[in-house]
């Protein structure tokens, strides 16, 4: 098996100053993309650099590094869509995540107001029970009185809040009313 004849430097830099113009402008040619273009180029001579004790000597020189140029600016336009559509994705998303945290504030913002209409021992009641996740009768015992009559407060006080959140426009409000809950005083 003979042994390829290796790239020298001399060799490599003549290859360099005659061909890399031409495959700027070819790759020019894919990419429309000036700055673009002469990065991939460089790529190309990196890479030819990087392989050069396996260049085969009888395979044209030229030849290989516009193969390496056409694959490397395909690459660069398939990951350049990619990200394209990625963007849109995130655009679409966040223009979402907007609206969401919108609606999110105003049910929060409504969440306060209603807290604030409950009595004092309805709220405490349902903060002890559904915000801090505490028994009823560890409750019942901080609030000093009968878990049947914290039973009593946190279900006139969830009552309240299910009719006075919920309505015929926003069917989600009521799925999302716990979760709003305990964000919103945890917070």
Known sequence: ?????????????????????????????YVNDGEAAKDIAQDVFVILW????????????????????????????????????????????????????????????RLRVKMGELSEKQREAIVKCVVEGKRYQAAADEMGITVNSLKTHLARGLSFLRAELTNAEDDDAQRDMMSLLVFAWKS
């Open 50 to 109: 990087d392989n050069r004790e396996r260049i085969d000597a009888s395979y044209p020189v030229k030849a290989y590094l516009l193969t390496l140029a056409r694959n490397r600016a395909l690459n660069h336009l398939k990951h350049k869509r990619v990200q394209e559509d990625n963007e849109q994705e995130i655009a679409a998303w966040m223009e979402h995540v907007a609206e969401d945290w919108r609606t999110i504030e105003s049910r929060e913002e």
């Open 1 to 29: 098996m003979d042994k390829k004849p290796a790239l020298d430097e001399g060799a490599f830099s003549r290859l360099y100053t005659t061909y890399f113009g031409n495959v700027v402008q070819f790759v020019a040619g």
